[in-house]
């Protein structure tokens, strides 16, 4: 079973400039997320999908950040326009969360896209 | 209020010793579930174990054992015969469940390194 795909792996832009982040998840997971990792801490969920539609984004900065999930598979990640506090590592991660009280299921995350802001 | 508690900056271990990674939890759901990551060089997340609240009994995968005790709020993930192949960050996260969503949520890490 082929895991979750992120492209791409590093990259290297100027404050106020546009990036754009692509995740595939697992064929047949629900649940997408993405999350922020800053040097130094764990990750900290900017937006969750389910489906198509976002459960939560409750900790997105909306005004440079968003995300779409269409047809309910692939997803972006988008910051316009970039600031340094930025840089970090974008982790997508899917999960089938098929429900029903299914507590061990877990996220499987994607190797991560590294983020540089200068 | 912190949710996740990871006090250890980094540890050392020889090569086949055992060693035991600390994680206090805060939360005041009944059902919760709690889980380990190792996150090597590389920067994928990779899922250890879990835990639910509702286990009666400590998780355990391979190597890996899990030192739930529920009324001091600690979930110790325990390394037994340590490979060098472990030497990475690990991350103990807590699942929230708010308003029909569910997320994790991260310590901040701690980074293991296996000497030969």
């Known amino acids: 079973e082929a895991g979750v795909a992120q492209s791409p792996r590093y990259k290297i832009i100027e404050k106020r400039q546009s990036v754009a982040f692509w995740c595939n998840p697992i064929s047949g997971h629900a649940t997408l997320y993405w999350y922020q990792q800053i040097l130094g801490q764990g990750p900290k969920l900017l937006i969750q999908f389910q489906n198509n539609g976002v459960v939560d984004d409750s900790q997105l900065p909306k005004d440079r950040f968003s995300a779409e999930r269409l047809k309910g598979v692939d997803s972006t990640l988008k910051i316009q326009p970039a600031k340094l506090e930025d840089s970090a590592v974008y982790l997508c991660?899917?999960?089938?969360?098929?429900?029903?009280?299914?507590?061990?299921?877990?996220?499987?995350f994607g190797p991560g896209t590294r983020l540089l802001v200068l | 209020a912190q949710k996740i508690t990871q006090t250890q900056p980094g540890m050392f271990v020889q090569e086949k010793e055992a060693v035991t990674l600390d994680c206090t939890y805060d939360t005041s759901d009944p059902s919760y579930g709690l889980f380990w990551y190792k996150q090597p060089s590389s920067g994928e997340m990779i899922f250890l174990i879990y835990q639910g609240s509702y286990d009666q009994q400590n998780a355990t995968e391979g190597r890996y054992s899990l030192n739930f005790q529920k009324a001091r709020k600690s979930a110790n993930l325990v390394i037994s015969a340590s490979q060098l192949g472990d030497s990475a960050m690990y991350f103990c996260a807590m699942r929230e469940t708010q308003g029909g969503s569910e997320k994790l949520v991260f310590g901040k890490g701690m980074k293991l390194t296996v000497n030969p």
């Open positions: 991660a899917s999960s089938p969360n098929r429900g029903g009280g299914r507590a061990r299921e877990t996220q499987y």
